[in-house]
């Protein structure tokens, strides 16, 4: 159950409001952030607390990605992850997470 975490956060800080929670792996964060400016812009809402997380650190993850060949072969972290640079040979997973509170300005 992914939501227990989102309604954990909402009862300990005493938020109102609804809250859902986004699981779409690494772009978690990204796809959150982009639905609360959404709900703002809309007047949907006045104020938004997100942020999201992930953390693929576990072996059958690992297992899954090499199996696939998708790991990179570079054994220095620094160069193994280069999402955007042409001369990458594969996958750096990392663990990552972003939080932001947004409000109507």
């Known amino acids: 159950m992914y939501n227990v ?4 956060i909402s009862m300990e800080c005493h938020l109102l409001g609804g809250h859902h929670v986004v699981a779409a792996a690494c772009a978690s964060s990204a796809l ?6 959404e709900w703002i812009q809309s ?3 006045d ?3 997100t942020g999201g997380c992930d953390s693929p650190m ?7 990605w090499i199996n696939l060949r998708v790991m990179s072969k570079n054994p220095e972290p620094a160069k193994a992850s280069r999402p955007f640079d ?6 750096g997973p ?6 932001a509170h947004l409000r109507r300005g």
Request: net charge positive; aromatic share 2%.
């Open 43 to 45: 007047g949907r809402e």
């Open 94 to 99: 990392r663990r990552g997470r972003r939080h």
């Open 32 to 37: 959150a952030m982009a639905d609360a400016c």
């Open 58 to 64: 576990i072996p059958s993850i690992f297992g899954a």
């Open 47 to 49: 104020m938004v607390v």
């Open 5 to 8: 975490i989102a309604s954990h």
């Open 86 to 91: 042409r001369r990458r040979d594969g996958l």
